[in-house]
């Protein structure tokens, strides 16, 4: 009886047993992929709406930009062309410090005409001659050989600015920044005095006290500073015309 009793003992506990084994042996839950993948996407959206432009949006940024090229397009130009007139002041007194070194090496002015007069160059009569004694290249009157000047040489033949041209029909001419030959009138009648190439606003008129001058036409290319008849500094395409002695 007692053995009996206690088989049934066993026989009533083994269920329990077995189910605090399958508890104690149950895995920790993990999502599958497709319960994962819908968790991330209310992120993934949200972080597209953030980062996407609308067209009115891009329209807008690209009109910005327009506008601002617009506004620097012009202080670029006006920055631009400064640099290019204090390059061309600078090349004008080089140009008038060379000559006068010429003069005190030699006691003359190069190319003095046999009959004495003012010279000018870069006008109906090129520079080119002018700079090659100056640069003692292929020249007539450097005996000693001296360099005076030494300008650089253009970058583009085919349009030469701020430099010795290299073209056929310029070569060995002077350029300014602006594409046009400076312009030089020397004392060669040694009178101690040239003609103003202005009627005012430019120093002394209608003759100045120096032995050398240069000027350029300045930006627009233009002057009426070679006309027989001077006129003002000050008007008409005169105006940006770059000068040596003021």
């Keep these: 009886m007692e053995m009996k009793a206690f088989g049934a003992r066993l026989r009533r506990a083994a269920p329990i047993f077995g189910r605090a084994r399958l508890r104690r042996a149950a895995p920790i839950y993990a999502p599958d992929r497709s319960a994962r993948q819908s968790l991330a996407l209310p992120e993934r959206s949200c972080h597209s709406s953030v980062a996407a432009f609308t067209l009115i949006e891009l329209l807008v940024v690209i009109m910005i930009i327009a506008i601002l090229i617009g506004l620097a397009f012009p202080v670029f130009q006006g920055v631009q062309n400064q640099t290019r007139k204090a390059q061309a002041r600078n090349n004008l007194v080089q140009i008038v410090t060379a000559i006068s070194a010429y003069y005190a090496e030699y006691g003359k002015y190069p190319l003095t005409p046999a009959t004495p007069a003012d010279t000018t160059y870069g006008a109906s009569m090129a520079n080119a001659q002018l700079f090659n004694e100056l640069r003692s290249v292929s020249a007539t009157q450097n005996p000693r050989g001296i ?40 004392d060669t009648d040694y009178d101690n005095q040239v003609s103003n190439p202005y009627s005012q606003n430019a120093g002394g008129a209608p ?30 395409t005169n105006k940006d015309d770059v000068i040596s002695w003021q």
């Design 207 to 236: 003759l100045l006290r120096n032995g050398v001058i240069a000027w350029s036409f300045g930006k627009d290319a233009l002057s009426q500073s070679t006309s027989v008849t001077p006129s003002d500094k000050n008007a008409g």
């Design 147 to 186: 360099v005076f000047l030494s300008p650089p040489d253009v970058k583009d033949p085919s349009n030469p600015r701020a430099g010795i041209s290299s073209a056929a029909a310029s070569a060995g001419q002077y350029f300014d920044p602006w594409g046009k030959p400076y312009l030089i009138r020397i």
